[in-house]
Structure formats: structure tokens, C-alpha cells
């Protein structure tokens, strides 16, 4: 835990102006995104405070799952269907604001606006999926 860390206090529901979404998975929190790319904007961050995406090495990979999975879910919740009309990602350091790690889950992708389409440039120079 890092109580400097905004997503580390979200996760622990010290923020109470950012509303939790239903996760299933315990180690995982989802919360809307507060400068929303697409009508469905969802962060999906572990509740261990982890650094950026660079940090994560093929151990990471059934986290990295699990996190897709629970954006699939959220956007199932919120009737939202159309799976293969999703982005999902990661901004590359030095392009990511918060340093815990965060899987941006945007729908539907083909809504996306000129600069969320930059913005979320499916693996490009600062966002990778």
C-alpha cells in the first residue's frame, strides 16, 4: 500500500468521491474512468499496489487475465455486449499518469473519438494491448 497512491487509496475506498463497481475478483477493484475515451470507460486496477506495465513479467500474465476478464465483465453489467468491439490497454511509462499499474477497458471501440483514437492507438509508442 502506498497512501501517496490515488488508485492504492481508491482500492482501499479511501476516496470517496470514486464509486466501485461490482468486481468478482477480490484482488482487483473497477471504477470508472474520470476523463472517460468512450462511452464505457473502466480502469481495472489490483488492489496490491503494483508499479506501471513495464514492471510486469510472465508471472504477471494470470493477473494481466484476470484483469481483462474483469473488464469484460463490468461491461457486461453495464449492457453493454459487443466483445469484440472493445479496447483494452496500458499507457507506457512515461505516458501513464498514475504508477500503479491500470488496464484501460473502452467501449465500444469503434465510438471512439479522433483524439481517444490517438490517444488509445492500439499498440503504439505509449499504449500497448
Given at each position: 500500500?502506498?497512501?501517496?497512491?490515488?488508485?492504492?487509496?481508491?482500492?482501499?475506498?479511501?476516496?470517496?468521491?470514486?464509486?466501485l463497481?461490482?468486481?468478482?475478483?477480490?484482488?482487483?477493484?473497477?471504477?470508472?474512468?474520470?476523463?472517460?475515451?468512450?462511452?464505457?470507460?473502466y480502469?481495472?486496477v489490483?488492489?496490491?499496489?503494483?508499479?506501471?506495465?513495464?514492471?510486469?513479467?510472465?508471472?504477471?500474465?494470470?493477473?494481466?487475465?484476470?484483469?481483462?476478464?474483469v473488464?469484460?465483465?463490468?461491461?457486461?453489467?453495464?449492457?453493454?455486449?459487443?466483445?469484440?468491439?472493445?479496447?483494452?490497454?496500458?499507457?507506457?511509462?512515461?505516458?501513464?499518469?498514475?504508477?500503479?499499474?491500470h488496464?484501460?477497458?473502452?467501449?465500444?471501440?469503434?465510438?471512439?473519438?479522433?483524439?481517444?483514437?490517438?490517444?488509445?492507438?492500439?499498440?503504439?509508442?505509449?499504449?500497448?494491448?
Amino acid at each position: 500500500y502506498d497512501g501517496k497512491c490515488v488508485f492504492c487509496r481508491i482500492a482501499r475506498r479511501e476516496e470517496p468521491g470514486t464509486a466501485l463497481l461490482p468486481c468478482e475478483d477480490e484482488d482487483l477493484v473497477c471504477f470508472r474512468d474520470i476523463k472517460p475515451g468512450a462511452p464505457h470507460h473502466y480502469l481495472v486496477v489490483p488492489v496490491k499496489h503494483m508499479g506501471n506495465c513495464k514492471t510486469l513479467k510472465s508471472e504477471h500474465i494470470p493477473l494481466v487475465r484476470r484483469m481483462m476478464e474483469v473488464g469484460k465483465a463490468v461491461l457486461q453489467k453495464n449492457n453493454f455486449n459487443d466483445l469484440n468491439d472493445v479496447r483494452m490497454g496500458f499507457h507506457w511509462p512515461p505516458f501513464c499518469s498514475i504508477a500503479h499499474l491500470h488496464l484501460h477497458v473502452l467501449a465500444p471501440d469503434s465510438q471512439l473519438g479522433f483524439l481517444s483514437r490517438i490517444y488509445y492507438r492500439i499498440n503504439s509508442y505509449w499504449f500497448i494491448t
